[in-house]
């Protein structure tokens, strides 16, 4: 793949990734904010400190424009990443199309990249916790989002490798469990942390995961199925124009 096309598909990527914030955004502004409001209400009526710091962004702006930034930006800076996997991924992992291609590596990273350390690390409701293992938990969340992209590129070597012993199905389950398997050894070894109020609400910790993975999920299929339609333009026309630039010089070539 030259250049030029990379840099395409880099433009394109990050289109994509700006779409997928878009639908991001709305899913996290009217499913996950709520739940933040009632995490911080319940830890201002049972906490015992009633001095605060002064408030250098207000809650008004944080669950607005703030919250509008952080996902844009982040679904453009996942467009553009993904993007660059995609090229080099393209022709690598089968016979695949670009657009199934684009939809593969999207399940994928939504898996190794949140999937697999969101259940070793669920999120929690801001205001809730202990900050002085914030550091803590943040460095071990980021061990398991590492542990889980290679885990995911180990998968994919030996599925390739196993296929021509095994055939493309039995190769790709084996490749699944094994993946399952290394990263199940992983949680038992890594350490777990709980860092809830005793009282907590069930049902409340509860819809602020499970908003938290709905908007990880939606960014990521709108960024699959975007990022697909892209990537199989792009290609089509990029080798459409080699085509008929082949063509034409054919033609030039030919004896009248």
């Not at 703030?66 to 090229?87: H, K, N, R």
């Not at 199309?97 to 939809?103: D, H, I, Q, V």
């Not at 490798?161 to 890594?190: E, H, K, M, Q, S």
Request: proline share 5%; hydrophobic share 55%; with cysteine.
């Amino acid at each position: 793949m030259n250049s030029s096309t990379v840099r395409v598909l880099l433009v394109r990527g990050m289109l994509a990734g700006l779409v997928a914030g878009v639908f991001a955004l709305v899913t996290a502004y009217f499913l996950g904010e709520p739940q933040i409001d009632a995490a911080i209400a319940y830890e201002e009526a049972h906490t015992h400190a009633h001095e605060h710091g002064p408030e250098v962004v207000s809650r008004s702006v944080q669950s607005t424009a703030g919250l509008a930034t952080g996902v844009l930006v982040y679904g453009v800076a996942v467009g553009g990443i993904a993007s660059l996997v995609f090229s080099f991924a393209l022709g690598r992992v089968g016979g695949l199309s670009p657009r199934a291609t684009a939809l593969l590596l999207a399940g994928a990273a939504f898996v190794s990249v949140y999937l697999v350390p969101f259940l070793k690390y669920p999120a929690n409701p801001p205001s809730v916790g202990d900050p002085a293992s914030l550091d803590k938990r943040t460095a071990l969340f980021f061990l398991m989002v590492v542990l889980g992209v290679l885990l995911a590129v180990a998968a994919t070597i030996a599925g390739r490798r196993l296929a021509p012993r095994l055939g493309n199905w039995y190769a790709t389950v084996v490749a699944c469990l094994g993946f399952a398997a290394a990263v199940g050894i992983a949680y038992a070894f890594l350490p777990s942390m709980s860092e809830l109020p005793e009282h907590f609400p069930a049902l409340l910790l509860w819809r602020f995961r499970v908003s938290a993975l709905a908007v990880q999920l939606v960014l990521w299929a709108a960024f699959g199925l975007t990022f697909a339609h892209f990537a199989q333009r792009a290609l089509q026309g990029a080798s459409g124009e080699r085509g008929g630039t082949g063509r034409t010089a054919a033609a030039a070539a030919a004896p009248g």
